[in-house]
C-alpha cells in the first residue's frame, strides 16, 4: 500500500509541476465491508475444510430424500416435454446438472456420470433444435438404474460408455462468440 501512495504522492508532485489539476481524487470511506476486510480472525482453509466436510457428512442421510425429489421434479419437466421444448428442454438441462452436482457433492460418481450425460445430451438436442424422447428415456432410465446400482455398489461402466454412444450421434453444440465492439 505504501508503494501505491508513493507512486501517487509522485504523480500528483508531476501535475503540480505542470499547473494541472489531479483528475483523481483517493478518498477512504469507511463501510462494513472495509472494517471486516481489515479485521483479523476467521478459519483458516484447513478448519473450513474440515468443517464443510462435517456438515457433508450431518447431511449424507437427506442426499437420497434430494436425489429422489429432484428425479420427480426431472421426471414432471420431461413428461411435459412436447408442449414447449425448448423451455422443457432448458429447465430439464438445470434439473439434470442439480442431480449431477448432487451426486458430485455426495460421492456418486456414477450418478455423477449419467447425469452429466443426460445434461450434454439435452444441451446437444436444444442447441440443434432437436428433440428425442428415446434418448431422454433411456438417460433416465440410465438415471434410475445407477441410483439403484449405487445403492448395492454395483458397477455401471458399460452403461455410462453406451450413453456416451448415443449422446455422441448429436452434433456439437457450436459455441459462438460475443461481437467484438467497434
Excluded at 483523481?24 to 462494513?32: A, C
Excluded at 434430494?66 to 425448448?86: C, M, N, S, V, Y
Excluded at 429447465?91 to 450418478?111: C, H, K, N
Aim: proline share 4%; charged share 25%; glycine share 6%.
Amino acid at each position: 500500500m505504501s508503494e501505491t501512495k508513493t507512486d501517487l504522492q509522485l504523480l500528483r508532485a508531476e501535475d503540480a509541476q505542470q499547473g494541472a489539476q489531479p483528475e483523481v481524487q483517493i478518498m477512504k470511506v469507511k463501510s462494513r465491508f472495509a472494517m471486516l476486510a481489515k479485521r483479523e480472525g476467521g478459519k483458516t482453509a484447513a478448519a473450513a475444510l474440515k468443517a464443510a466436510d462435517a456438515f457433508l457428512e450431518n447431511e449424507r442421510g437427506r442426499y437420497q430424500s434430494w436425489l429422489l425429489e429432484a428425479l420427480r421434479a426431472l421426471d414432471k419437466t420431461l413428461d411435459d416435454l412436447p408442449g414447449t421444448i425448448p423451455e422443457a428442454l432448458q429447465l430439464a438441462y438445470r434439473q439434470a446438472a442439480e442431480i449431477r452436482d448432487l451426486g458430485g457433492t455426495f460421492g456418486a460418481p456414477q450418478v455423477t456420470a449419467v447425469a452429466d450425460s443426460l445434461c450434454e445430451l439435452l444441451y446437444r438436442l436444444h442447441s440443434a433444435g432437436l428433440y428425442n424422447s428415446e434418448a431422454i428415456t433411456m438417460h433416465l432410465s440410465a438415471l434410475r438404474l445407477v441410483c439403484t446400482a449405487e445403492a448395492i455398489g454395483d458397477d455401471s461402466g458399460p452403461l455410462l460408455a453406451g450413453l456416451r454412444k448415443m449422446v455422441a450421434r448429436y452434433p456439437q453444440a457450436q459455441k459462438t462468440e460475443p461481437a467484438a465492439a467497434h
